[in-house]
T-cell receptor, first 114, second 111 residues
Framework: EDQVTQSPEALRLQEGESSSLNCSYTVSGLRGLFWYRQDPGKGPEFLFTLYSAGEEKEKERLKATLTKKESFLHITAPKPEDSATYLCAVQAGGTQGGSEKLVFGKGTKLTVNP | DADVTQTPRNRITKTGKRIMLECSQTKGHDRMYWYRQDPGLGLRLIYYSFDVKDINKGEISDGYSVSRQAQAKFSLSLESAIPNQTALYFC??????????FGPGTRLTVL
């Protein structure tokens, strides 16, 4: 069964204090790994897609990396506006039905204090 | 204007009532999805559609039905709502790439 585990569940940082969020996954043939940001009461906002081990993507203070078993979302010098829940999801390859489903982790709630 | 819109944004209903949640998109995407989000469980797929004539069940379709009225519109119905269907419901769309784009969500409470 495809599975995604995110850690930690919650993380508090001081403004400027860099850290990383972890997403461990087991999937039958990874087609893609996705990071989303979700603010309270809103829909997930797309951040990154990673397809193969060794791939990295960056956007402002965020950098996502991928290995064969996990992905990290690195946050450099975070600001209070980076406070949100960060969701990781995987898409399996294989059959058409299987490739349509995103399996989500439960998320990491990040709080950045000024 | 938002690319993916959902109506209503909030809804309170009673057990046994029929309710419809609507989703519209201006992204021109063929694929549309309905998810629900529960605290501590993450997002789970209810139904998805490749086009107007192609609708498929997701992992938790029991108690739900959908209708794809047009490329841009995908509705989710609860024929007889029950309290454990209280959740956040999200519509998503996908074009040629793999990325799914989500709407703002509908908060549904079933009393």
């Amino acid at each position: 069964e495809d599975q995604v585990t995110q850690s930690p569940e919650a993380l508090r940082l001081q403004e400027g204090e860099s850290s990383s969020l972890n997403c461990s996954y087991t999937v039958s043939g990874l087609r893609g790994l996705f990071w989303y940001r979700q603010d309270p009461g809103k829909g997930p906002e797309f951040l990154f897609t990673l397809y193969s081990a060794g791939e990295e993507k960056e956007k402002e203070r965020l950098k996502a990396t991928l290995t064969k078993k996990e992905s990290f979302l690195h946050i450099t010098a975070p600001k209070p506006e980076d406070s949100a829940t960060y969701l990781c999801a995987v898409q399996a390859g294989g059959t058409q039905g299987g490739s349509e489903k995103l399996v989500f982790g439960k998320g990491t709630k990040l709080t950045v204090n000024p | 204007d938002a690319d993916v819109t959902q109506t209503p944004r909030n809804r309170i209903t009673k057990t046994g009532k029929r309710i419809m949640l609507e989703c519209s998109q201006t992204k021109g995407h063929d694929r549309m999805y309905w998810y629900r989000q529960d605290p501590g469980l993450g997002l789970r797929l209810i139904y998805y559609s490749f086009d107007v004539k192609d609708i498929n069940k997701g992992e938790i379709s029991d108690g739900y039905s959908v209708s794809r009225q047009a490329q841009a519109k995908f509705s989710l119905s609860l024929e007889s709502a029950i309290p454990n269907q209280t959740a956040l419901y999200f519509c998503a769309t996908r074009g040629g790439a793999d990325t799914q784009y989500f709407g703002p969500g509908t908060r549904l409470t079933v009393l």
